[in-house]
Every structure is written in C-alpha cells, then in structure tokens.
C-alpha cells in the first residue's frame, strides 16, 4: 500500500507554521498527489490550485484530494506511484483568525507643523469568497503574506486619510478630533482592505506633534495657560532642569534680585557689558 501524503500547517515537530502574522501560506511542495490527505484547522480556510486554476476551497476538516488523471501516462502512473499523479498542484492556507497590523507615518497640520501617528487596525478573512479575493488579488513571495505585507498595501491609504483631515485643522486641535480621524481613517481602509477579501474589525490612531518642544508648550496650553504663559513656563522647566535659581523667576515673568541688583537675562548669562578697569583717580 502506497504511503499516503499529508498536508497540513503543523511543521514535522508538530509546530503550528501559521502565527499570528501570516495571513497567507503557500504549501511547500508542488509534488501534490492523488488521494492525498488535506487537514484544514479550525481557523483555516484552504484552496487546491492546478497551473493557475482554482479547483477547490475547503472549510476545516479532512479531505482527500482528488485530482484528475492523464490518459497517457497511466502506465507510468501504475508503475512507479501506485496509481497515483504527480502533477503540478497548490495548497494555499489562509488564516480566519483575527490579526494585528501596525503602522507609523508623517502629516501636517493646517500651519504645516510636522506629525507623527501610530494606527493599529484589526482585520480577518471570514468567507471563503474572501480567500479566493485573497489568493486572486494580492501576491506572494517565497511561501507566506505576512501582517507586515498586507500593510505595505494599506499604508498609503492610512496616510491619505490622516492628511486629508489633519491639513485642514490647527495643531492644537488635532486630538480633539481624534474620533473624526479614526472614523475617517477606518471608511477608507474598509473599503480598500474588501477587495482583497479583507475584513476590517476596529482601528486605533494616534497623532501628535513631531517636535518634542512643540509637544511640550501644547501639553503646557492644555492647562488653560496663553501662548505667552506656555512659552515662559516651558523656559523655566528647561532652565530649572540646568540648576539655574532664576528659573522661579522666568515662570512668574519677574527679574531676578541677587544682593538687591535686578539681574537681567543678558548680564546674568554674559556677564557685565563692560569692563571699567581701576579707578584712576
């Protein structure tokens, strides 16, 4: 009795190949034999391909695969397969489960300042017409399409989105329109992630200034301060932060007094301006 071939996503040491970032695996082998064994797991889907073709999709359970036979070679067949055919066959695994891509990126404001976001998105194959959207729109390399894949896809229409909101608003009220950004960020990647049979579940984003001093002076203005009063503040942490006494002074918009002698900024840094030399007199 010929040895009957297995195929499965469970590697030889029984380790499931499929992890939480492959979305597509192309089944190593192109030697695909009748009568063969097709495991589907649980949070599978698979398709049988002949030269290119379609033949067959499969919901989880065990199958056997039957190809067609080749009239002029069932001696051949008989001789050296047992009755088998070796023909050029695919097994493609694509995983149902729910997966993670992330991305970053730039934007900018209505005053062109410089944002950086982060946008997780949640997404998953839940249709065996979404596998075969799968498999006929987005290509492989090597035997896997990864989260990190399907993400050099999408990137450019995350981009888009965030742009298109975050060019039109002032940078102090980005976050306040957070829910507007997500929501807009979440239509476009739908409707481009269905094409390819994709499933968009939930997106998370988040925006904020690129510049860490800018981050500083809006988080300073969020307490109620001016624009004047975030700018003093902000110059006094930094000067606090040097270990220098008149950073007190810097906050309240007040000289600073040594000896009863009102030191300015500039003689405090530099120095008197000028040098009287002895008295000559």
Not at 62 to 71: G, L
Request: glycine share 6%; aromatic share 8%.
């Amino acid at each position: 009795m010929p040895f009957q071939q297995v195929i499965s996503t469970l590697a030889d040491s029984g380790e499931e190949i499929m992890g939480p970032e492959t979305l597509l695996y192309h089944y190593p082998s192109a030697s695909i034999t009748n009568g063969a064994l097709l495991t589907v797991e649980s949070n599978h889907f698979a398709i049988l391909k002949s030269r290119g073709a379609i033949l067959n999709v499969f919901e989880t359970g065990q199958y056997t695969v039957a190809t067609p036979e080749h009239p002029l070679f069932g001696s051949f067949q008989k001789a050296w397969f047992g009755g088998q055919s070796p023909w050029q066959y695919e097994v493609l695994y694509i995983n149902r489960a729910k997966l993670v891509c992330a991305t970053t990126g730039q934007a900018l404001s209505r005053e062109m300042a410089e944002l950086t976001y982060a946008v997780d998105y949640y997404i998953h194959v839940d249709t065996t017409d979404g596998a075969l959207k799968l498999v006929q729109h987005m290509p492989y390399r090597s035997h896997f399409v990864s989260t990190k894949d399907v993400n050099a896809y999408a990137a450019p229409v995350i981009e888009q989105a965030i742009n298109q909101l975050c060019q039109i608003t002032p940078l102090e009220k980005i976050n306040e329109h957070i829910h507007d950004l997500t929501d807009l960020v979440r239509e476009h990647l739908a409707a481009f992630l269905i094409d390819y049979g994709i499933i968009l579940n939930a997106v998370k984003v988040l925006v904020r200034p690129a510049d860490e001093q800018m981050r500083r002076l809006i988080a300073l203005k969020a307490f109620g301060l001016s624009e004047l009063e975030a700018v003093r503040y902000y110059t006094a942490l930094v000067m606090a932060q040097k270990g220098l006494l008149s950073a007190p002074n810097a906050a309240c918009g007040e000289p600073f007094n040594l000896g009863g002698n009102i030191l300015t900024s500039l003689n405090t840094l530099t120095g008197p301006l000028t040098n009287p030399g002895p008295d000559r007199n």
